[in-house]
């Protein structure tokens, strides 16, 4: 398939995980895929299995903490790949704990990724979609915990109920200059980071309230990013999608 043929995708948190599966997606779309993360040593083995698929690839290390540092990775993809046509941004982290045992440091820790992270990488890719008139895809990877409460989960849900709102903000203002941003809510998936709990008794006490008792895959995703970054989503903007199963319904 070559859908996205031509096409510079930035993905956030391309190490492991939703990001990871990400970029592998929109490389087979024919995308060119700059890959974020911290763990670069992590990035240099997806970028070789693109490489080793047919896929071009490059790493770059980010941290999305680090607004500066946001501000150099953009640059660096830009002046390496010439632009950035799409944005998948996925970086993000959990704290748990009860509310009242949240410490400032738990706090700054989840919405310093989840929301200021995101908003400012997000920022940066606007502003060179802006400048170079393209008409460019922004997927911000929100939560089904933005629109639901989640036990133990409080801070978590409140970073990913502001992605829900700046996503519908982003929507609104860049409409103008072509830009399509959108959100997607996952519910629960099962990754390489989280795979274990899932055998714990806590993890299958929580399968067994969930819709119909089963967390997803990370390809349960693969048809909404397809679709979001594809030019078949023009008419797509500022919309918020669940893929969680039915949880944000119980």
Not at 16 to 38: H, M, T, W
Not at 187 to 204: F, H, P, Q, S, V
């Amino acid at each position: 398939m070559s859908n996205l043929k031509g096409k510079v995708a930035l993905i956030t948190g391309a190490s492991s995980g939703l990001g990871a599966r990400f970029a592998e997606i929109l490389s087979a779309e024919g995308a060119i895929v700059a890959l974020a993360a911290r763990r670069t040593d992590k990035l240099a083995d997806l970028a070789a299995r693109i490489e080793q698929a047919g896929g071009t690839a490059i790493s770059v290390k980010l941290d999305v903490t680090d607004i500066p540092g946001i501000r150099a990775a953009v640059a660096e993809v830009e002046q390496k790949l010439g632009r950035i046509d799409i944005l998948l941004n996925n970086s993000g982290v959990s704290a748990q704990g009860k509310l009242l045992d949240v410490t400032p440091e738990d706090y700054d820790f989840t919405m310093n990724t989840n929301t200021k992270g995101a908003f400012f990488v997000a920022q940066a890719v606007a502003r060179g979609m802006v400048e170079r008139k393209i008409e460019g895809r922004i997927v911000n990877i929100a939560s089904v915990a933005g629109l639901r409460v989640l036990g133990q989960l409080s801070v978590y849900c409140m970073s990913k109920a502001a992605v829900v709102h700046m996503t519908k903000a982003m929507a609104l203002e860049w409409a103008r200059y072509g830009i399509n941003t959108n959100a997607i809510c996952p519910g629960y998936i099962e990754t390489e980071i989280n795979r274990d709990y899932w055998a714990t008794d806590g993890g299958k006490k929580l399968i067994s309230i969930l819709p119909r008792r089963r967390v997803g895959d990370v390809k349960d995703l693969d048809g909404l990013i397809r679709l979001l970054t594809s030019p078949d989503s023009r008419f797509i903007n500022g919309a918020i999608i669940t893929a969680d199963d039915g949880l944000a319904i119980t």
